[in-house]
Every structure is written in structure tokens, then in C-alpha cells.
């Protein structure tokens, strides 16, 4: 009973030795210094913020970048727009390398063919969609095409 008694007092007086050991090691009071919270909080924080209506935005608005525009070659553009057609000459369209059916086109003058390329055309001939239905194409590129298509088609 008394090494038991023994044993029970050195293992209290280990433990309150550890306490007090661990208490000043670890500065158990840190945590609420300002400072630290300060250091926390910009850890953590998230890096950006929207800004709702009304609401002033935290950081500076950056302008978008202008989106960078290639000029398309004739034979891109045939590709991506005009070939949809003037492979197998749906509406009219008059067939890549098929001289015959481009000649009364061509006898019209260059002029009218711009201007039915960008601005379309519905007659007799067929139907022509304004810059082959990709309005994004701008009148140089469409023009390109014609050029391309008008080579392409020569005898």
C-alpha cells in the first residue's frame, strides 16, 4: 500500500511539473494578441470580392484586353463560310471550279458581286445569304473569298 501511495504521489507531482512545463512553452496568450489575429485574418482572407449594385468594388477595375482578330485568307474563309454551299450548290450557289456557272456571275462585274456577297441576294439565280450567313466576317475577308472562289473557277 505504501509503494502504491508512492507511485500515485510521483505520478500528481509529474503531472503539475508537465502543467506548468507546457503553460509557458506554449504562450497560451498569443492567440488573443491583435496582432496575431491580424496575421490570421489576412491568411485567410479571400483574394477577391464581388462587388454588388450599389457597392463600391475594393480593387481596381483592370479593361479587358481587345480581343485579337486575324484576317482570314480567301481559301479560310471559303472553308468556314462559303464552302457550305458552293461544294454541292445549295440554293443556286454556283459550284467551285464550275467555269459555266460562274461566268454570268462574273460578266455582272466585280462591283455586284461584293455587293450580293455582304449585303445577300434572293432572285431567279438562287438565294445568297449577307456574307454567307457568318456575319462575323468582315468585308475584306469577303471580299478574299470571292477573289479565291473566282480563281478557283477559271477555265
Known amino acids: 500500500m505504501v509503494v502504491l501511495a508512492i507511485l500515485v504521489g510521483i505520478s500528481v507531482l ?7 512545463l507546457s503553460a509557458g512553452s506554449q504562450q497560451q496568450y498569443i492567440s488573443q494578441d491583435a496582432e496575431y489575429q491580424k496575421q490570421i485574418k489576412s491568411r485567410i482572407s479571400p483574394v477577391g470580392r464581388v462587388a454588388l449594385p450599389g457597392e463600391s468594388a475594393i480593387a481596381e477595375t483592370v ?7 486575324a484576317e482570314l485568307t480567301g481559301a479560310q474563309v471559303y472553308n468556314n463560310a462559303c464552302g457550305a454551299c458552293h461544294t454541292n450548290g445549295i440554293g443556286g450557289a454556283p459550284r467551285l471550279g464550275d467555269a459555266a456557272a ?4 462574273v460578266a455582272q462585274g466585280l462591283e455586284i458581286l461584293r455587293e450580293h456577297a455582304i449585303n445577300g441576294y434572293q432572285g431567279s ?4 445569304p449577307a456574307k454567307g450567313g457568318n456575319l462575323g466576317l468582315s468585308d475584306e475577308e469577303v471580299y478574299r473569298s470571292i477573289d ?8
Do not use: N, T
Not at 63 to 69: F, S, T
Not at 102 to 105: A, I, K, V, Y
Not at 125 to 128: D, F, K, P, Q, R
Not at 148 to 155: K, L
Open 148 to 155: 479565291y472562289m473566282i480563281a478557283e473557277s477559271q477555265p
Open 125 to 128: 439565280a438562287g438565294y445568297m
Open 14 to 20: 509529474i503531472y503539475l511539473i508537465s502543467a506548468d
Open 102 to 105: 460562274w461566268e454570268p456571275r
Open 63 to 69: 479593361a479587358a484586353p481587345e480581343p485579337v482578330k
